[in-house]
């Protein structure tokens, strides 16, 4: 099993920057992949980014295309925690992210994949 707990989110304004964390426990060696997803109400959750966990194939990050050039996903093996650096913050980035991990191989932009799931943490976006 592996526990995901994230953390960071808050209100900013449109146009600034947030960083959300990912700290990962258990048995984070069975990882693959970290990622992202996000979830406002009455929708389904969105594939937002995610990069692979195990250090020695490179990190090859992946976005969907409404977060391209403005975020950037990263991870700190060291720390087992995983990181979605937000800038350019608009008002329809305002969603609760989930920090998301896979144990094997597959479509990424798939919550199927995703085997663990954070509880979750609120960005909101103000214009």
């Known amino acids: 099993q592996v526990q995901l707990v994230e953390s960071g989110g808050g209100l900013v304004q449109a146009g600034d920057s947030l960083r959300l964390s990912c700290a990962a426990s258990g048995r984070t060696d069975n990882l693959l992949s970290m990622g992202w997803f996000r979830q406002t109400p009455g929708k389904e959750r969105e594939f937002v980014a995610r990069?692979?966990?195990?250090?020695?194939?490179?990190?090859?990050?992946f976005y969907a295309d409404s977060v391209k050039g403005r975020f950037t996903v990263s991870r700190d093996n060291d720390k087992n925690t995983g990181y979605l650096h937000m800038n350019a913050l608009k008002p329809e980035d305002t969603a609760v992210y989930y920090c998301?991990?896979?144990?094997?191989?597959?479509?990424?932009?798939?919550?199927?994949?995703?085997?663990?799931w954070g509880q979750g943490t609120q960005v909101t976006v103000s214009s």
């Open positions: 990069i692979r966990w195990i250090t020695w194939s490179g990190s090859a990050p």
């Open positions: 998301v991990g896979a144990t094997r191989s597959g479509n990424y932009a798939y919550t199927e994949l995703y085997d663990y």
